[in-house]
């Protein structure tokens, strides 16, 4: 099959396109031909991408990128929840190859169906992000009406997703982000956007409930100043040489966990208009190193996907709120 690999431990600029072999699911495992993956460059620091559960190092060729939309081709003896041709969405292994490729195994309960009003290309980036703020803000922070939350990052993968469920959950949502970034993060529905270079956020805001730190290193450190005596502090961001953190801030630090339950609800919340979908750009597969210098870059709304199947010779619906608001 088709795929974008390392053949050494290296960045996103040694990744080649070439052929490798085609994986087969076990008995409780399902094959996805993929049409459409997310880039994570975060993805080439984790111990998983390169090192197995041991600690041994993992065999290259390595494929990256975890999370992905596509079609069921097969499913192993033990799976009943999938059937082939279903379409699906979700997220595999982190210790096993990844899905720049034309297919990837997966546990079924890491998917779920494709929103419909998405394309392959639209569901891609959804994953991680989204389950990320879920778990963050619901699950972790138990964020509740009318407290106030503060999402540093509010354009980014996570941030768009979490400024959008602090509005569904009824909160008053304060959000970081550039000035070219500002109405943007006010369309998604925070109520209150600071621009990060203008003013220090700790200067103009107090008494926050809960604080979703995807930027780390000074800003996570400074977000302490900002919480009621009850407060909550979570941070995606881990510990870099650069900047070393406090105790808290590395106690504060929380690792998405995959869940397929959790999917299915998201992309009913995402079909139900709830929630809607950004991307900065899609490169086709064998640009991947072009598509990860770009997100390298920062200052995206949204995330990259890269195409594995053209999608322009795929008939699917297009979301045309996703569209309308990408261009205000």
């Not at 396109?17 to 495992?29: N, V």
């Not at 210098?293 to 699917?316: F, H, N, P, W, Y």
Request: charged share 25%; with cysteine.
């Amino acid at each position: 099959m088709k795929a974008v690999y390392l053949q050494k431990k290296a960045g996103a600029g040694s990744l080649v396109a070439g052929e490798i072999p085609r994986p087969s699911p076990k008995p409780d495992e399902v094959l996805v031909k993929v049409y459409a993956t997310a880039v994570m460059p975060t993805e080439l620091s984790w111990e998983p991408t390169f090192q197995k559960p041991t600690g041994e190092a993992r065999p290259f060729p390595i494929v990256l990128s975890h999370e992905f939309s596509g079609v069921i081709e097969s499913i192993g003896v033990k799976v009943e929840k999938f059937k082939p041709g279903d379409e699906v969405y979700g997220v595999n292994d982190w210790f096993s190859n990844g899905a720049q490729a034309e297919y990837c195994v997966v546990a079924p309960n890491a998917l779920a169906p494709k929103p419909k009003s998405l394309r392959h290309t639209e569901a891609a980036v959804v994953p991680i992000s989204a389950l990320t703020a879920w778990q963050a803000l619901i699950e972790k922070g138990k964020l509740e009406r009318k407290q106030r939350v503060l999402i540093h990052g509010g354009s980014g993968g996570v941030g768009t997703f979490a400024v959008q469920i602090g509005r569904w959950r009824g909160a008053y949502v304060i959000a970081t982000a550039s000035a070219q970034n500002m109405e943007f993060v006010r369309a998604l529905g925070a109520d209150q956007v600071i621009d990060y270079r203008a003013a220090k956020f700790e200067d103009l805001i107090c008494d926050v409930s809960l604080v979703l730190d995807g930027v780390g290193g000074e800003t996570l450190e400074r977000s302490w100043n900002v919480l009621e005596p009850d407060g909550k502090l979570i941070t995606i961001v881990g510990e870099t040489t650069k900047q070393p953190l406090s105790q808290r801030s590395r106690d504060a630090f929380m690792l998405v966990r995959i869940d397929g339950a959790q999917l299915a609800q998201i992309g009913a919340m995402i079909d139900g208009g709830e929630l809607r979908v950004f991307l900065e750009a899609v490169y086709p597969l064998e640009d991947a190193r072009e598509a990860y210098a770009r997100a390298e870059q920062g200052k995206m709304r949204g995330k990259i996907a890269l195409s594995v199947l053209d999608e322009t010779i795929i008939s699917e619906p297009k979301n045309p709120e996703i569209e309308e608001i990408g261009e205000r």
